[in-house]
């Protein structure tokens, strides 16, 4: 059956089978398709998180966790417009009352989000360290001097 045939748990079956075959790629690939079926799919930008970290291909994982975290910020964005075109008295109100408590960001986004996306956060900035941070190298055995007899 053709991926785009298929069902995003089907995928997501097929790709952790991929992973445990050691199909990295393939994984890949198939995460990525579920994620265009669906991009609130938590499950698939974790795994490719975690695939792109083994591969130590940091540069791609951080530019999937800013994905998700985009897509799940834009979700919240266009939920909260919704409710305010179907609650437009009660939007004015809950507005005010959220921005004078400190509840919202600049870009009228909730202060405190989803565990989700506090993960995704920790997780970038690990990233972000481990771009910044030099190769580490293995530490050689220092050399000894032979001692010389008198």
């Keep these: 059956m053709a991926a785009s045939k298929k069902s995003k748990n089907e995928l997501l079956k097929e790709a952790r089978s ?11 690939n198939i995460y990525s398709v579920v994620i265009s079926k669906d991009p609130l799919q ?5 795994r490719l998180m975690i695939l792109y970290r083994k591969l130590k291909e940091y540069k791609k994982e951080l530019a999937i966790i800013k994905k998700a975290i985009g897509a799940y910020e834009k979700d919240i964005k266009q939920d909260q417009l919704t409710w305010k075109k179907a609650n437009s008295k009660s939007a004015k109100l809950s507005l005010s009352l959220a921005k004078s408590m400190g509840l919202l960001t600049d870009e009228g986004l909730p202060i405190y989000e989803e565990s989700q996306i506090v993960t995704w956060r920790k997780r970038m900035e690990t990233a972000q360290k481990k771009i910044k941070a030099p190769a580490k190298h293995k530490k050689r055995k220092p050399l000894t001097r032979a001692k010389k007899h008198r």
């Design 18 to 28: 991929k992973e445990i075959e050691g199909k990295t790629s393939d994984a890949i």
């Design 42 to 46: 938590a499950m698939a930008y974790n």
